[in-house]
């Protein structure tokens, strides 16, 4: 059946698989940032800065979302005089990740070569 | 694999943010240079129980063996975390690697104790193998850091690897006593692996200068 010009269409089951990806993770800077921290107990602000290339601030705010959806647990320290923010993947922050992967592996696999 | 796949492209950016994390670790040498000299300081016990006569002072020195590996382990892996706070942590950032699990390094413990075991009583049941047990030193060091060098894809190890079988199938094939050839071999090794560590930490600390030059 054809499409009414002006209705919106209708998307197929699979694709719409799709728009309901985690969208926290999805973003290409926050994917970085957790897969990095997928790989580790935990890292310092400083190694994330080094490693995935962004500003202070876009790192920071990033940093702060993925905190606030409760995938990374933030703590600020100090080591002699020198502050370090310590960041770390929580459990549910690992399991949304592994959960981003099967999602976006399983609508790939639904779609035509 | 189809390049053009987002989730193949997803999967190497994963797998080489993945190995770059992991390789953080290597990327100073510090670790190399605490694990060589750890290698040193065993080649030296071989070297005092070549030069040592049978008697009591071999007997004290053999009991003494398992002291210096576990205390040799411990004042290395203390070293190494030390180091990294004062020289590299300050540079390039801190990161903390999960530990294996206990039962792991229960297994791992079991199968040392059980390799250890049954090598003693095959020389026992068989004097002429002793000759081979730095061929085995050599292939079972060659083995690890080829597994290491396969993880986290850093040529330097492989080489060591190379030259750990090399050395010890080279020991064994010379004849020298069991003490003789763990001298020449742990000081070999120790001195290559801490060499190779502090040439990546020269180079590592020109490139990465401290905070405040930064």
């Known amino acids: 059946m054809n499409q009414t010009v002006g209705s919106s269409p209708e998307p197929r089951g699979d694709l719409h698989d799709l728009s309901e990806v985690d969208r926290v993770i999805h973003e290409p800077a926050r994917l970085l940032i957790v897969t990095m921290l997928y790989a580790v107990e935990s890292a310092d602000f400083l190694f994330l800065l080094r490693e995935s290339g962004l500003s202070k601030g876009n790192l920071s705010s990033h940093l702060s979302r993925l905190e606030s959806a409760g995938y990374v647990a933030i703590e600020k320290t100090f080591r002699g005089k020198i502050p370090l923010t310590i960041c770390r993947l929580t459990d549910g922050g690992r399991q949304a990740f592994r959960a981003y992967r099967d999602h976006l592996k399983r609508v790939v696999d639904t779609l035509p070569e | 694999m189809?390049?053009?796949?987002?989730t193949t492209n997803l999967d190497d950016k994963i797998q080489q943010a993945r190995l770059?994390?992991?390789?953080?670790?290597y990327e100073d040498g510090v670790a190399e240079l605490c694990v060589g000299g750890l290698f040193v300081l065993i080649?030296?016990?071989?070297?005092?129980?070549?030069?040592?006569?049978?008697?009591p002072g071999a007997a004290a020195l053999a009991i003494l063996m398992p002291l210096l590996f576990v205390g040799g382990y411990l004042a290395a892996t203390r070293l190494t975390r030390k180091a990294k706070e004062g020289l590299v942590y300050p540079r390039t950032g801190y990161v903390s690697y999960a530990r294996p699990s206990p039962r792991r390094r229960w297994l791992t413990a079991v199968l040392a104790a059980v390799i250890g075991?049954?090598?003693?009583?095959?020389?026992?049941?068989?004097?002429?193998?002793?000759?081979?047990?730095?061929?085995?030193?050599?292939?079972?060091?060659?083995?690890?850091?080829l597994l290491m060098a396969r993880r986290v894809r850093l040529a330097r190890l492989s080489f060591l690897a190379?030259?750990?079988?090399?050395?010890?199938?080279?020991?064994?094939?010379?004849?020298?006593?069991?003490?003789?050839?763990?001298?020449v071999f742990y000081t070999v090794i120790g001195l290559?692996?801490?060499?190779?560590?502090?040439?990546?930490?020269?180079?590592?600390?020109?490139?990465?200068?401290?905070?405040?030059?930064?």
């Open chain 2, 2 to 6: 189809n390049p053009n796949d987002p």
């Open chain 2, 117 to 145: 075991m049954l090598t003693v009583e095959l020389i026992r049941r068989a004097p002429s193998l002793e000759a081979w047990i730095p061929a085995v030193w050599g292939f079972a060091t060659a083995g690890l850091l």
């Open chain 2, 162 to 183: 190379f030259l750990s079988a090399f050395a010890g199938l080279g020991l064994s094939l010379r004849g020298l006593s069991t003490e003789a050839a763990g001298a």
């Open chain 2, 43 to 55: 080649g030296l016990y071989f070297v005092a129980a070549y030069m040592i006569p049978q008697g």
């Open chain 2, 192 to 214: 290559a692996t801490a060499a190779g560590g502090a040439i990546t930490l020269r180079r590592y600390m020109r490139q990465a200068p401290p905070p405040e030059k930064a």
């Open chain 2, 20 to 25: 770059r994390t992991e390789r953080y670790w």
